[in-house]
């Protein structure tokens, strides 16, 4: 009997990358299935979105841009996580818990790390036990 050989390892690579194309951050939030809760088809507004974020996260399979964490900061009280996004073809691979490990250690233990979940997130964050709180309180988007 002969054995197939194993598949090859997946490396997937953090890193923080102030200047993301604009670009290339749309196609993830599109494969990730965040397109119609984000403005996708508006690349001026998704260009404004990178450059006001105070860190950009990113998760890279094999060198190609797979996974982000958008995040506005001071790096001493609190940060928002406003975008969390991987890929569909690379969920289930511990790459969203990587993101919000590498934010977390990019803000520093002093500043506190919230967000607000995407319907269809929400047992994401409930697989990985991140905490819930009740007393958050949210003004929607008018346009």
Known sequence: MALSPPEPRTVVTYGIEPDLDVAEFRRVL??????PRRPADDPVRLEMML??????????RDGALVGVARTLTDFSF????????VCRSAQGLGIGQGLIAATREAIGPQASLLLTAAPDAITFYERIAMP??????????EA
């Open 132 to 141: 819930r709180v009740a007393d958050a309180f949210r003004y929607d988007r």
């Open 78 to 85: 609190c940060a928002y996580l406003s975008d969390l996004a």
């Open 30 to 35: 599109v494969e990730s299935g965040l397109a």
């Open 51 to 60: 450059a006001a974020a105070d860190l950009v996260v990113t998760a890279r």
